[in-house]
């Protein structure tokens, strides 16, 4: 595995060298030109791509319970509105008579909380009402990944059966499914809404899978094209508005595609970023994208199309943009830190020190309307945050 990645590294270095404009490698060129902003060696970058995480929780769990007593103390300063975020109580478990993995959170518009579970199972909560739980939807026979809500309220999710389900709450306690879509050969791992008609998944199968939705009374999911890019698994998808750009992700790629938004028309793909395989690892801010590339967190320059400034981080594997324009990374699977883009310089600023969140590993971090922040992780916990 590691001989692989090397010989990928010396294609990238020598595609570089013969100046090819087509495959070439912005991050390499980034760091000969800025020796001192970031210090990435070719170490990390193999640790990384081989994904060794077993050594890292253990190391980890051991230091967590060192300082078990002290981090339940710690607070997260956030300078931009000067409140504070602190970590108030394990809310709930996904499920009440087992611990289950939580895989994914969703802040549902009308003051609801949706978690994907590894029993199967999406549940529904009333953030009002101590988030007490309204419904659970069994639509899945494997482990459900990642949902999203659709612009008309509906709910689309992905699982491991290699299916996407297009759910309708019909009230606060009943459900409704109203379609199942198989078209991947290998399990769904995102799916987005890219336009009021258009929906968008990503697969294990390396497929990018585009559905139209049926204009009428029974707005139907169909299929409408498949977007190839990558020789395999994808794991993040994401439409940047304001700049109209696409961008999809896999780790064994080792890169980035960025295309037009809605044409699809093919721009340009970065090697050496290597992210991570969680579906949030970019977002745009400010008409740039902030990414997070496993060993920093990238920013990149949508009308250059080049990295133009990259911030050397630990082991960063989720984000999510807060309301305050703000935005949280999870880093070395228990901690979460809070950053802060500055647009004239194109920089990022670290607003706090990371916090230990959790006993397991991250899997989910959400802001609710009312600013309170959720996170859940694997081992089935999901806490409230002030």
């Given at each position: 595995m590691i001989n692989e990645k090397v010989k990928m590294k010396n294609n990238f270095n020598?595609?570089?060298?013969?100046?090819?404009?087509?495959?070439?490698?912005?991050?390499?060129?980034?760091?000969?030109?800025?020796?001192?902003?970031?210090?990435?060696?070719?170490?990390?970058?193999?640790?990384?791509?081989?994904?060794?995480?077993?050594?890292?929780?253990?190391?980890?769990?051991?230091?967590?319970?060192?300082?078990?007593?002290?981090?339940?103390?710690?607070?997260?300063?956030?300078?931009?509105?000067?409140?504070?975020?602190?970590?108030?109580?394990?809310?709930?478990?996904?499920?009440?008579?087992?611990?289950?993995?939580?895989?994914?959170?969703?802040?549902?518009?009308?003051?609801?909380?949706?978690?994907?579970?590894?029993?199967?199972?999406?549940?529904?909560?009333?953030?009002?009402?101590?988030?007490?739980?309204?419904?659970?939807?069994?639509?899945?026979k494997n482990h459900v990944i990642y949902i999203t809500q659709l612009h008309d309220l509906r709910l689309i999710s992905c699982s491991r059966d290699y299916t996407l389900k297009v759910i309708k709450l019909l009230s606060l306690t009943t459900y409704k499914i109203e379609q199942t879509l198989k078209f991947h050969k290998n399990e769904v791992l995102k799916v987005i809404q890219i336009s009021d008609k258009s929906i968008m998944s990503c697969s294990v199968d390396s497929q990018i899978l585009i559905y139209g939705i049926n204009e009428g009374?029974?707005?139907?999911?169909?299929?409408?094209?498949?977007?190839?890019?990558?020789?395999?698994?994808?794991?993040?998808?994401?439409?940047?508005?304001?700049?109209?750009?696409?961008?999809?992700?896999?780790?064994?790629?080792?890169?980035?595609?960025?295309?037009?938004?809605?044409?699809?028309?093919?721009?340009?793909?970065?090697?050496?970023?290597?992210?991570?395989?969680?579906?949030?690892?970019i977002y745009e801010i400010k008409k740039n994208l902030i990414g997070i590339g496993g060993v920093g967190i990238y920013i990149i320059d949508c009308e250059k199309l080049q990295i133009v400034n990259v911030l050397q981080s630990n082991l960063t594997e989720l984000f999510y943009k807060l309301q305050d324009g703000s935005f949280l990374t999870i880093e070395e699977y228990y901690n979460i830190r809070q950053y802060k883009y500055d647009n004239k310089n194109n920089t990022i600023k670290l607003l706090n020190e990371k916090i230990n969140a959790h006993k397991k590993c991250i899997y989910g971090i959400q802001q609710l309307n009312s600013g309170m922040i959720v996170s859940c992780d694997f081992g089935g916990a999901i806490k409230l945050w002030k």
């Open positions: 020598e595609q570089i060298k013969n100046n090819d404009k087509k495959n070439i490698s912005y991050l390499n060129i980034y760091l000969q030109n800025n020796p001192n902003k970031v210090n990435i060696n070719n170490n990390n970058k193999e640790k990384l791509l081989i994904n060794n995480k077993l050594n890292l929780q253990k190391q980890m769990s051991l230091k967590n319970n060192n300082n078990k007593t002290k981090n339940q103390s710690t607070i997260i300063n956030n300078n931009i509105n000067n409140n504070k975020l602190f970590i108030n109580q394990e809310i709930f478990r996904t499920v009440s008579d087992s611990i289950k993995p939580c895989y994914y959170i969703l802040a549902l518009k009308e003051n609801k909380l949706a978690s994907c579970s590894f029993d199967c199972s999406i549940k529904i909560y009333d953030t009002l009402n101590k988030f007490k739980l309204l419904m659970k939807i069994k639509a899945h009374k029974d707005n139907l999911l169909y299929l409408q094209t498949n977007l190839v890019l990558h020789k395999n698994k994808v794991e993040s998808i994401y439409e940047a508005k304001k700049s109209k750009k696409f961008l999809s992700a896999s780790i064994k790629d080792c890169c980035v595609y960025i295309c037009k938004s809605p044409t699809f028309e093919f721009l340009t793909k970065f090697y050496d970023i290597i992210i991570c395989d969680r579906p949030d690892v």
